[in-house]
């Protein structure tokens, strides 16, 4: 009988938690849809912007040799070292590198998505 008791009164405690707090599951996955969003838009961005010389995917070969793949950044420093100079205007790179220049919310969901295509140890990698 107790056993029973104990059981009910743990289902009673879950059911609270998941009706006493209204939306506490929409909160969540509304987070992850605007996280999914911002990968999505530094996505864009990358390809609009930086794949004529940069392998922006997480298994395509880089147009321009000496454009590093952005799958392996995060192997030569953290891709979030990257956003202060992406706001200011990144100017350094590989030698044919034009001046780039991303407004505060383009900067975020760049690093968003760098972040989410990172190769773990860089092998297998083309430049």
């Known amino acids: 009988m107790t056993m029973l008791f104990t059981r009910g009164l743990r289902a009673a405690a879950v059911a609270v938690i998941l009706f ?5 599951g929409a909160v ?3 987070g992850t849809l605007a996280e999914a969003a911002q990968v ?7 390809k ?5 010389c940069h392998a ?4 395509d070969a880089s147009p321009n040799a000496d454009a590093p793949a952005f799958r392996d950044l995060g192997q030569r420093y953290p891709v979030e070292d990257l956003a202060e100079s992406l706001a200011e205007g ?11 220049a991303l407004e ?6 760049f690093i968003a ?7 773990p140890d860089g092998a297998g990698s083309t430049h």
């Open 20 to 24: 006493a707090v209204p939306g506490a």
């Open 28 to 30: 969540q996955a509304q």
């Open 40 to 46: 999505e838009r530094g996505k864009l961005i990358a």
């Open 48 to 52: 609009e912007a930086c794949a004529a």
């Open 56 to 59: 922006v995917g997480v298994d």
């Open 90 to 100: 990144i100017v350094t790179g590989h030698p044919d590198m034009p001046e780039v």
């Open 104 to 109: 505060a919310q383009d900067v975020t969901s």
């Open 113 to 119: 998505y760098l972040k989410s295509i990172q190769s």
